[in-house]
């Protein structure tokens, strides 16, 4: 079983930068796929990008491309998704989730077996 904990949410105006981190325990995290998804009030949970368990493989939603950079450090069991020149529209609760099957890119919710609990990120006008 992995446990995901997201961390870095907040509230900053448009314009502005946050870094959220993603610490992963309870399994191999190097062998795991890793996505980021958020979800509006009223909206369904969307994808906003993943990485590759060796971390040499990025994909991104088209919203966020240019803006938004996923990492990870193995040897740390984390994950972080630094989100850059934010807009209100980007307000959501942020999702980290965990893939084991060793495929890339996933983008499908269905696909990721393990989620944190989310993050809040609020961007304000």
């Known amino acids: 079983q992995v446990q995901l904990v997201e961390s870095g949410g907040g509230l900053v105006q448009a314009g502005g930068s946050l870094r959220l981190s993603c610490a992963a325990s309870?399994?191999?995290?190097?062998?795991?796929?890793m996505g980021w998804f958020r979800q509006a009030p009223g909206s369904e949970r969307e994808f906003v990008g993943a990485?590759?368990?060796?971390?040499?493989?990025?994909d991104y939603a088209h919203f966020v491309k240019g803006r938004f950079t996923i990492s990870r450090d193995n040897a740390k069991n984390t994950v972080y998704l630094q989100m850059n020149s934010l807009k209100p529209e980007d307000t959501a609760v942020y999702y980290c989730a965990a893939d084991g099957e060793r495929h890339f890119p996933v983008v499908l919710r269905e696909e990721y077996g393990y989620w944190g609990q989310g993050t809040q990120v609020t961007v304000s006008s």
């Open positions: 309870g399994g191999t995290f190097s062998s795991y796929t």
């Open positions: 990485i590759s368990w060796s971390g040499a493989s990025t």
